[in-house]
Each structure stands twice: as structure tokens, then as C-alpha cells.
């Protein structure tokens, strides 16, 4: 089942990534805090129905034994939403998403494993498939600003600094991710259950703070009941959370770049909806991409 859950994730967060997009405003330099706000709330709402329906006893010291985690992965998170007011989605999304490399490389070496030859080709062709989009799109992007030769908004240009963001992003989780797969794969120091419900709580306490920070001190007006976008992204964001929990419990090494392929979705989204068009190379990488979690799945079954 492992396999399933990575896809829905990969699915999930996708879609949620178009959302943060369309909810990052480059003139508003809350934007981010905004964006983690809603997140925070939706994480906290679901992580409470979910406690509630399914009879569980949370021990609020899980949120403390897991916060390694939790910091890491929001710390990145937060990053990738500043970061997206000033890069496009399409080139962001894919260097993110490195991370999965990063990753199984780490736990590798951490923990040694036998891989079998269709793991390695489907890790290979993901990982290759992810970063060479990356390339792609650093390079096309660069080539249009200079052709051009104009002035464009400064949330699209290609600096130093701007892409920086996505790198950082792709260190901070890959750190979150590993760190993941030790707790909840190779020494199983959390359950599951037990993993989700801290983070989403953990969430929950950054926008609280986040929002009495906004409101009380920067005197901002924000009202998370007509926030329609970035709601939407939250929840995106939280289905994805639920369904990775259990994906890395059982897999980690081969579900991590898996679910970093989700990148593609993303591409796919921002140039359908955002109105860019892919060329050629593109649609050779996103098969690249979807022939290894092809090759990932075949090797599950086998």
C-alpha cells in the first residue's frame, strides 16, 4: 500500500503547489506568513476530527519528541512560500523536489541496504527526470529575460538570491525527510498516527502565534474565512501530509523521490492554468519521470 499513498501525496501536493503560487503575492511581504497561517489552521482542524473519529489518546510530548522533524519540514516549507513571490512555480517546484535524491542517498548510507535493480533504475530515471527539469527551466528562463531584453516583474527574474530560495528549500527537507524515515522506518521511534498529529498540531501552534504576531503586533488585516486560495492550498497540502505518513512508514529509501517527482504535477498545473506552454524537452523529462514511478511500482509488485 505504500506505493498508493506516495501517489496520492505526489497528487496532492501537486496541486497544492499551484495554490501556493497563486496565493503568493510579490508585493506582500507577509505573503508567506499568510500562506503558513492557513496551512497551520487546516493541519490543526483536520489533525483534531481526525484524533476524534478515530478514538486516539494524543500525548502532547509527541509533539516535542517529533519536533526535529516538524522544524525541519516547516522551516522549509516557509522558505518555498517566500521564495515563490519572487521565482515561477515551474522552475521552483522541480529544484525543490531534489530533495528525494538528496534523501535516499542519506538514508543509504545511514542505514545500508540491498536495493534491487528496478529500485535503483526507478530512483535513478526519478531523480535524473527531476533535476534535469530544474536545468531546463533555469536555462530557458534565462535565455527569454535576455532575448527579451526588457523589464519584467522582479518575481521573475532569475537571480542569485531567487533561487536560492528552492535550494535551501530542497536541503531544509531533504534534513526533514531523512530525519523522517529514521523515525518512522528504520527505528520506528513514532507511530504513524502519532507523527501526523504532532506535526499538524505543531502547524497549529505556528499559526496561532503566527496570526496574533500579524494582527496584534504588524497590524495587518487578515481574514482567514476569505482566503479561498490559500485554503485551498492548505488543504491540498493537508491530504497530502495524511496520505505521506504512511507512505515513508514503510518504504522510506524508495518512497522519498517518489513522492519528490510530485514536482511534475506541478509543472503540468502552472502551465495549464498559469497559461505557459512546454516544449518538447519537457514532455521527454515528466516521461522520464512517470517511467520510473512506473518502473517503482512494477518493482513493489514483483
Known amino acids: 500500500m505504500w506505493f498508493l499513498f506516495a501517489v496520492l ?47 486516539i489518546s494524543f500525548d502532547p510530548f509527541d509533539m516535542v519528541k517529533y519536533l526535529p522533524v516538524s522544524f525541519f519540514y516547516i522551516l522549509s516549507m516557509l522558505v518555498g512560500y517566500w521564495g515563490l513571490r519572487y521565482i515561477e512555480l515551474s522552475i521552483s517546484s522541480p529544484v525543490q523536489n531534489s530533495s528525494g535524491a538528496i534523501t535516499a542517498i542519506a538514508l543509504i548510507l545511514i542505514f545500508p541496504q540491498q536495493l534491487g535493480a528496478l529500485n535503483i533504475l526507478g530512483i535513478v530515471l526519478i531523480t535524473g ?21 526588457v523589464s519584467v516583474d522582479p518575481k521573475y527574474k ?15 527537507d531533504a534534513i526533514g525527510t531523512a530525519a523522517d524515515g529514521i523515525y518512522l522506518d528504520e527505528l520506528s521511534l513514532i507511530s504513524e498516527e502519532a507523527a501526523l498529529l504532532a506535526y499538524e498540531f505543531t502547524w497549529l501552534l505556528y499559526a496561532i502565534f503566527s496570526l496574533i504576531y500579524l ?21 491540498f497540502e493537508t491530504a497530502g501530509q495524511f496520505f505521506y505518513v504512511y507512505a ?18 506541478s509543472v503540468i498545473l502552472s502551465r495549464i492554468f498559469l497559461k505557459e506552454k512546454l516544449s518538447k524537452q519537457h514532455y521527454i523529462l515528466i516521461i522520464i519521470v512517470m517511467t520510473g514511478i512506473a518502473v517503482l511500482g512494477l518493482a513493489e509488485e514483483l
Open 9 to 55: 501525496t505526489t497528487l496532492s501536493w501537486g496541486t497544492a503547489d499551484l495554490f501556493y503560487k497563486k496565493g503568493s503575492d510579490s508585493n506582500d511581504k507577509y505573503s508567506h506568513v499568510k500562506i503558513g497561517i492557513m496551512v497551520g489552521i487546516v493541519m490543526g482542524i483536520h489533525g483534531v476530527i481526525y484524533m476524534l473519529t478515530k478514538g
Open 129 to 149: 527526470g527531476v533535476v534535469g527539469l530544474a536545468v531546463l527551466e533555469k536555462k530557458l528562463q534565462t535565455a527569454a529575460l535576455k532575448a527579451e531584453n
Open 158 to 172: 532569475i537571480g542569485v538570491l531567487a533561487i536560492t530560495f528552492p535550494i535551501l528549500y530542497a536541503i531544509l
Open 215 to 235: 494582527i496584534a503586533i504588524k497590524k495587518q488585516k487578515f481574514n482567514v474565512l476569505k482566503e479561498p486560495v490559500r485554503a485551498s492550498a492548505a488543504i
Open 248 to 265: 515513508m512508514s514503510n518504504n522510506a529509501v524508495i518512497a522519498a523521490p517518489l513522492i519528490a517527482s510530485y514536482s511534475i504535477v
